[in-house]
Nanobody, 126 residues
Framework: QVQLVESGGGLVQAGGPLRLSCAAS????????MGWFRQAPGKEREFVAT????????RYADSVKGRFTILRDNSKNTVYLQMNSLKAEDTAVYYC???????????????????WGQGTQVTVSS
């Protein structure tokens, strides 16, 4: 059974850093693109970042570009989201996701992903 478990969320002051982790189990995802999304209260789930299976292709939402970094360690079946210079508007539940099919460069479309974690809360105080 495939399982994605996010961790690393919490309460942080504006301007501070947080590092989220997403560990996958149940199968090996080294051949699959992975992504991070977030959902704030009353808003739709939005794309944050995605990384191709090889790590060679990465995309970010404009709102986080230059502040967030997505990384993956295929030996650990884990993807990370390093978040720096956090803002109050980054407050949301953050979800990791794994692509439906192997290969590919990732997508900003949540429908492109088949597996999702349960989410981890990130709260940025201003």
């Amino acid at each position: 059974q495939v399982q994605l478990v996010e961790s690393g969320g919490g309460l942080v002051q504006a301007g501070g850093p947080l590092r989220l982790s997403c560990a996958a189990s149940g199968r090996t995802f080294c051949s699959y693109a992975m992504g991070w999304f977030r959902q704030a209260p009353g808003k739709e789930r939005e794309f944050v970042a995605t990384i191709s299976w090889s790590g060679a292709n990465i995309r970010y939402a404009d709102s986080v570009k230059g502040r967030f970094t997505i990384l993956r360690d295929n030996s650990k079946n884990t993807v990370y989201l390093q978040m720096n210079s956090l803002k109050a508007e980054d407050t949301a539940v953050y979800y990791c996701a794994v692509a439906r099919l192997p290969g590919g460069d990732g997508s900003i479309d949540p429908g492109w992903y088949a597996y999702w974690g349960q989410g981890t809360q990130v709260t940025v105080s201003s």
